[in-house]
């Protein structure tokens, strides 16, 4: 039997709260329940929003929790040629369309059609499908721009993409974490519309990498929030266009605040470091988040 292999994948930046302690320690429990490993993988390829002290954070973080890993820890940022040559596989099949429009620009041409009375659809996080002109535009007008350096992302054209999918499009989804049952979900990609594969200044995006990743890093399990769920539509996808073997997943509920509201980066109060200068000690975290 091959070894199960799950992983935690955070993004450092900003402090990891509770949602993520959750995440972290049900990941290790599923992993060492099952006899499998768990890894870690840095996901830092937003350069701009990402630091080394918050990385520098989640490693203090994890380590204080008492979170076991396997080595190497994979760091996202220190791997753009690997995603530039998938990205270069899609592009060679006519899958992905350079993106030119600026927010500004989107922005205004949905108010443009909202003046003639008609909704504009929404991704599942609830911002505006990119629009369809930039995928219309003839070869010759795509090269000159670029030779103009105008900026430009990747986009996938989901229409194109869904046309090569010989049957249905669905994911193994686990029904709870003992992994005793299972159910099928149908993909719904097509939700995201044209979703970015490459954003303007580096070679990949969210999608691209996670995608790349655990296939390379040999992902069986995937284990993450509610958040995430209507973004595996897209990443069952890119796997079946990549050719790579799709893992199962679970989404575990969310930690909520006092509120009722989802943890955010944003809000420092539920940092595990403001927690822990509070004084609370990894036990705390566990009976908080009921782990
Ligand atoms: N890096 C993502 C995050 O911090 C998680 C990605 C994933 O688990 O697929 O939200």
């Known amino acids: 039997m091959t070894l199960l292999t799950f992983r935690f994948a955070p993004s450092p930046n900003g402090e990891l709260h509770l949602g993520h302690a959750y995440s972290a320690l049900l990941n290790q429990r599923m992993a060492a329940r099952a006899g499998g490993r768990l890894l870690l993988r840095i996901e830092d390829i937003d350069i701009t929003r990402c630091t080394p002290e918050f990385e520098a954070g989640i490693f203090h973080d994890l380590k204080w929790l008492g979170l076991d890993w396997q080595e190497p820890v994979r760091r996202q940022s220190e791997h753009f040629a690997e995603y530039k040559a998938v990205l270069d596989r899609l592009i060679a099949e006519e899958l992905v369309y350079p993106a030119f429009m600026s927010r500004g620009e989107i922005r205004a041409f949905i108010a443009e059609t909202g003046k003639r009375g008609r909704d504009w659809p929404r991704d599942p996080d ?43 499009l669905s994911w193994i989804e686990f029904t709870d974490e003992t992994m005793a049952a299972t159910h099928t979900v149908e993909a719904t990609p097509q939700a995201w519309g044209d979703a970015i594969v490459a954003r303007r200044d580096i070679p990949t995006s969210y999608h691209l990498a996670v995608v790349v990743d655990d296939a390379l890093q040999q992902v069986s399990h995937v284990v993450r929030g509610q958040d ?64």
Not at 138 to 155: G, L, S, V
Not at 270 to 275: D, I, N
């Open 228 to 291: 995430l769920y209507a973004a595996t539509g897209v990443q069952r996808l890119l796997q079946e266009l990549l050719r790579l073997p799709p893992p199962r997943y679970f989404h575990h509920r969310l930690v909520l605040g006092p509120d009722g509201r989802k943890l955010s980066k944003s809000l420092r109060d539920t940092s595990l470091a403001a927690l822990r200068q509070a004084g609370m000690s990894p036990q705390d975290i566990r009976r908080l988040i009921g782990l």
């Open 126 to 168: 609830g911002v505006p499908l990119y629009p369809p002109l930039d995928k219309a535009l003839p070869m010759k007008e795509r090269k000159r721009r670029i030779a103009e350096n105008a900026p430009f992302a990747w986009r996938l054209d989901v229409e194109a993409a869904m046309a090569r999918m010989p049957g249905a």
